[in-house]
């Protein structure tokens, strides 16, 4: 049986990898094509949203979960009307992701006009309420328990002097009812004031709320060859990390096997496809351990994305589940046995 190995010429080289973008990798060359499974039977699966279909027009704009694991929550929110309440994550600190629409999101430290492409940081115990919706925001916020922190690797991905900044100060004297609805384990508490709990006057220090646009990263390529993409946000432990995964010159990703993270990759915009990835606000989740591929990175109309890895293991909500396709890992389309 030795004595056949080698004759037929291996087409895939399938790459078995530790610790994300940073630790040791195995490569094997085979025949088969690794992500392209038939069918399943089981749970662990890999997963598309398209988190658009999670509300109807005049949703009430809470959070909601589709994906949770230890010490991480990905959540959807829709925001078609002033929030008429804020919020405190006393658990996690919160990545806000813009998907669509414009909106000025208040909070504690002050008010900024976010739009498409966003990334607010939002530090934990932070409160916050979306007002002033220009077109409806739809966004994706990531929950993360550990502190969290714009941190390009390598510096590149993004100029942090210019690119990033802080909500500017506000004051609203309005006297009226306030709610501040805190977000803890046990499930939420609502805080009632007469003056608004918000804003102020001038806040200085350095735990404050901060934001980047996508567009501003910068996608790092090379003439020949491939490089992982650039991180954008870290937090202390290493459970959560945020990627650039716009389009540019590089090779595409070897087909491989995450070992210790599961993959959350979220098409943001076009005009290009990320594969079978087309409509913004889509999340591509890969569990840990599953062989995939990835589209081709270096395409001729751009596209934006990101990816976040987490070594949490995640698993669907209810209402993740009720928007989920099975998804194919080559280009992440929806599986063809996902009638
Ligand atoms: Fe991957």
Same mark, same amino acid.
């Given at each position: 049986m030795g004595g056949d190995l080698g004759r037929k010429p291996a087409a895939h080289l399938y790459s078995y990898t530790?610790?994300?973008? &940073? $630790?040791?990798?195995?490569?094997? *060359? =085979?025949?088969?094509?690794?992500? /392209?499974?038939?069918?399943?039977?089981? %749970?662990?699966? *890999? @997963? @598309?949203?398209?988190?658009? %279909?999670?509300?109807?027009?005049?949703? =009430? /704009?809470?959070?909601v979960a589709i994906l949770r694991g230890d010490g991480i929550v990905l959540e959807a929110t829709r925001h078609a009307a002033a929030m008429d309440f804020a919020i405190r994550n006393v658990v996690a600190d919160e990545v806000h992701y813009v998907v669509s629409g414009n909106a000025r999101l208040e909070t504690d430290f002050g008010a900024m006009d976010v739009r498409y492409g966003d990334f607010v940081l939002v530090p934990r115990a932070v409160a916050w309420r979306y007002v002033g919706i220009g077109d409806p925001v739809l966004a994706l916020t990531a929950a993360c328990e550990g502190a969290l922190a714009v941190a390009p690797d390598p510096s590149a991905v993004l100029n942090t002097?210019?690119?990033?900044?802080?909500?500017? #100060?506000?004051?609203? &004297?309005?006297?009226?009812?306030?709610?501040?609805?805190?977000?803890?384990?046990?499930?939420?508490?609502?805080?009632?004031?007469?003056?608004? #709990?918000?804003?102020?006057?001038?806040? @200085?220090?350095?735990? /404050?709320?901060?934001?980047?646009?996508? %567009? /501003? &990263?910068? $996608?790092?390529?090379v003439a020949f060859g491939g490089i992982p993409p650039g991180r954008l946000i870290d937090d202390a432990a290493g459970r959560c990390l945020f990627y650039h995964l716009s389009s540019r010159r590089s090779d595409r990703p070897p087909i491989h096997c995450n070992a210790d993270y599961d993959e959350i990759i979220v098409y943001a915009g076009g005009p290009g496809a990320y594969g079978g990835l087309t409509v913004p606000g889509t999340v591509a989740w890969t569990p840990k351990g599953i062989a995939h591929h990835g589209a081709e990175e270096d395409v001729a109309v751009p596209y934006q994305a990101w990816l976040l890895e987490t070594r949490a293991d995640l698993s669907m909500t209810e209402a993740g589940r009720s928007v989920a396709r099975l998804m194919e890992t080559g280009e992440y389309a929806i599986h063809p046995s996902d009638g």
């Open positions: 530790r610790e994300g973008f &940073a $630790g040791a990798r195995t490569n094997v *060359p =085979r025949a088969g094509y690794s992500p /392209s499974y038939t069918r399943i039977e089981g %749970e662990y699966a *890999p @997963r @598309r949203f398209d988190i658009a %279909e999670l509300f109807p027009p005049d949703a =009430r /704009s809470f959070p002097a210019l690119d990033v900044d802080e909500p500017v #100060p506000f004051a609203d &004297a309005t006297p009226g009812d306030y709610e501040v609805l805190v977000r803890h384990r046990g499930g939420t508490t609502s805080y009632f004031y007469k003056f608004d #709990p918000l804003g102020g006057q001038a806040p @200085r220090g350095a735990a /404050s709320v901060r934001r980047f646009n996508i %567009e /501003s &990263a910068k $996608g790092l390529g």
